[in-house]
């Protein structure tokens, strides 16, 4: 009796114990805004961006906390690898699946695209990474290889066009009513946010294979649209409401944050006064005399009264704070630096000035002010230099996305901060904590391809 009751119990236990209200499958469309703010805020988080890639990059120097100024990159302070994998690029895979099989066809370019974004992101900051062979678990495949960033790359420029191509003709995407945080719903803009990823990422390779003619083809495309203005900024305008949507830096740069020491750097600040340029007014606040003076890297409380120094904007941890994916004045940067490069033809003294004009307009600088610092010595269109310094200051705000420029170009000439643990500018992060305990032997095999090793000067494939 005991064995057949037993039995019985174990028969509808599965049945017994599942809950008639619970949630056990989602449409492709539910999965999209969780998987936007993700991204955006893996990009804007305060650890890798801030604390790190702003710092190296100088736009920013800490007078209390030094060590990332020093380039002690501390691998249990990483989040940016776990989060992505476990989070947004998990999504995005299934939200790819979904809509294959709902027929969806515009979430399916929409998921290629962000998919895309992610895993650039992370070839860049890392190198070699999990790609093809990446969020299998399910498969049984819980040790994935490591690819070539030449491979990952080829794969995302391929999935970006597919992307394209499946968007093309529409109006809108088929998803729920305010599910579409990013674009609002309108095909024209995801279309334009493909092709813009796909020049980038066309420019940023361009050291290492010749690109040309396709830069050249989707530039002249008229099936592969590119934004037009800064209307067609890609950014996700956090919410703001609750403390779990503010923007990453909130509780770091905003005016209810305690003063964690955060200043403007001495070589931004420095570049700014010497240009006349009046970004610094939006980029800072005065120091305590009235003046703008930059905190030089690395130096930390040794630099003395913190108050001499100058404060970064509390615009830039603004609750409601947008995060940004790629802008216009991005885009025009970098068409202007293909036309010098003669990646493509064109004019690139005109797409230098649109980018400057769009980035003074999106900081809400006039343009009166636009039009005297364009036309001043140190604002005017002269050579690529000026075109990649000029991008510099533009990308004050996103610390990833300008140190990796600064580590493809090598502009503008940085002097590594003070008292750092090693003699250049960090150009990689260390792979996570995560992988030498789960995924050690890929992650060998990759690290044997890298210069240097698991070490910050080991230089990514497209590096000049």
Not at 442 to 463: F, Y
Request: hydrophobic share 40%; proline share 5%; aromatic share 12%.
């Amino acid at each position: 009796m005991l064995i057949v009751l037993l039995a019985a119990c174990e028969k509808n236990f599965d049945n017994i114990n599942k809950d008639p209200n619970g949630i056990t499958d989602v449409p492709a469309d539910f999965l999209l805004p969780g998987a936007i703010m993700s991204l955006a805020s893996a990009e804007n988080a305060y650890m890798e961006s801030f604390a790190y890639a702003s710092d190296w990059v100088q736009y920013t120097s800490c007078g209390f906390w030094a060590d990332p100024g020093r380039y002690n990159f501390e691998k249990s302070r990483s989040f940016l690898w776990d989060n992505l994998y476990s989070g947004p690029m998990l999504d995005l895979k299934l939200m790819n699946r979904k809509a294959a099989t709902e027929g969806n066809q515009s979430l399916r370019a929409v998921s290629l695209i962000l998919y895309s974004y992610g895993f650039t992101l992370l070839t860049d900051c890392y190198g070699m990474i999990p790609f093809s062979q990446a969020l299998s678990a399910e498969e049984g495949l819980n040790k994935p290889q490591y690819d070539s960033q030449e491979t990952v790359y080829r794969a995302l420029l391929d999935s970006l066009a597919t992307a394209n191509h499946l968007l093309k003709g529409m109006t809108r995407i088929t998803v729920k009513t305010g599910y579409d945080v990013l674009c609002n719903g309108e095909a024209l803009k995801w279309q334009k946010f493909a092709n813009a990823l796909r020049v980038r990422m066309l420019v940023r390779i361009s050291n290492k294979t010749d690109v040309s003619a396709q830069l050249q083809q989707l530039v002249n495309d008229p099936d592969s649209p590119l934004p037009a203005s800064n209307l067609d900024n890609i950014s996700f305008i956090y919410p703001g409401t609750t403390p779990r949507n503010y923007h990453p830096l909130f509780d770091v740069l905003s005016t209810e944050a305690s003063d964690g020491g955060y200043r403007l750097s001495k070589t931004l600040t420095d570049h700014l006064i010497a240009s006349g340029d009046p970004r610094i007014a939006v980029y800072a606040l005065k120091n305590s005399a009235g003046n703008y003076a930059g905190l030089p890297s690395g130096l930390g409380a040794s630099a003395g009264q913190i108050d001499e120094y100058s404060r970064v904007n509390p615009r830039y941890g603004q609750k409601d704070r947008a995060g940004i994916f790629i802008s216009y004045s991005e885009l025009q940067f970098l068409l202007a630096e293909a036309v010098n490069r003669s990646l493509i033809t064109g004019d690139a003294k005109s797409f230098y000035e649109n980018a400057i004009r769009a980035n003074f307009s999106d900081l809400g600088i006039a343009a009166e002010e636009f039009n005297t610092f364009i036309s001043s010595v140190a604002g005017r269109y002269t050579n690529l230099e000026r075109i990649l310094t000029q991008k510099w200051v533009s990308m004050f705000g996103r610390g990833i996305e300008g140190w990796t420029e600064f580590r493809r170009t090598g502009q503008p000439s940085l002097v590594p901060a003070a008292y750092a643990f090693v003699n250049v500018v960090p150009q990689r992060f260390l792979y996570p904590l995560t992988e030498e305990q789960t995924n050690k032997e890929n992650m060998v095999r990759a690290i044997e391809q890298l210069p240097n090793g698991d070490a910050l000067n080991s230089s990514v494939w497209w590096m000049k």
